[in-house]
């Protein structure tokens, strides 16, 4: 299978944030890795994975109470 890489805008502020959702990030399998650029503006969480889709991701996300939304390719 073929390694993808998804972005979202996020509301993921800081490090307190990020650590909030990296369990959930770091176990789910097809996650090879992940990273969120806390400067930009967007917030963007950026995702390398392989067999997981935008809407599990998001899913993730807003379980921990942030939003999520895929950035268009």
């Known amino acids: 299978m073929e390694s993808k890489e998804l ?22 399998d097809g996650i090879l890795e992940w990273s969120v650029d806390t400067a930009n503006a967007d917030k963007i969480l950026t995702v390398k994975c392989e067999g997981v889709s935008e809407e599990e991701v998001v899913e993730i996300i807003k379980r921990k109470g942030f939003d999520a939304v895929a950035c268009s390719a």
Do not use: P, R
Not at 20 to 26: C, P, T
């Open 7 to 28: 972005q979202f805008k996020t509301n993921l502020n800081c490090g307190g944030c990020v650590s909030k959702v990296s369990a959930d990030l770091d176990n789910m």
